[in-house]
């Protein structure tokens, strides 16, 4: 199937994507593109969704939207604060606040009231990644945590008279006496 790029799309992309637009561009709407141009026709410009469906167990993405939540609700008492390693050592030990912060991202996210069969081996490799996380945290410490999930948005002039809007999330960000940090949280391939 080839969509060609008709004045109508090469408007619509231009109301959306350029300074002034209505959206912005995100990283998976490029991969997206990268990846299939039909696929972006259809759900960037023309608004289609694939169907959902209910999952029963943990897949990739959502692995990762639980492992971003509950990293969100540990840290964010820190919130512009100086993080220090003997903070995160306290949190390490205080695994009850780990769990609970687990359970309620499963709850949040799944709508999963209890973790049972092969989602509980997955909230135990949740809570590893969790540990790992703020023990590696605990090396680099102290750090100023600025913020967290926090939606980014800029103009990006590409070449003379031709700007694009993209968009993002910055999955923590921080300083260390080296400068500011942008924490990716990486949990997939």
Known sequence: IS???????????TD???PGGSSALSASAINTYIACPLRFYFQYIKGLKEEETVEEGVEAKTFGTIFHDVMNNLYYGFKGNVVTPEMLKM???RDES????IRDSFLKVMN?????GRNLLIKTLIKKYIRQTISFDSKIAPFDYLDSEKIVERT???KEGFSLRFKGI??????????RRIVDYKTGK
Request: glycine fraction near 2%; hydrophobic fraction near 45%.
């Open 3 to 13: 969509i060609s790029k008709s004045d109508e799309i090469i408007t619509k992309l």
């Open 16 to 18: 959306m994507y350029m």
């Open 91 to 93: 949190l390490l030990k």
């Open 98 to 101: 780990i769990e609970a912060a």
């Open 112 to 116: 999963m009231h209890e973790i049972t």
């Open 170 to 179: 910055i999955d923590r960000l921080d300083r260390t006496a080296d400068g």
């Open 156 to 158: 990006v002039e590409l």
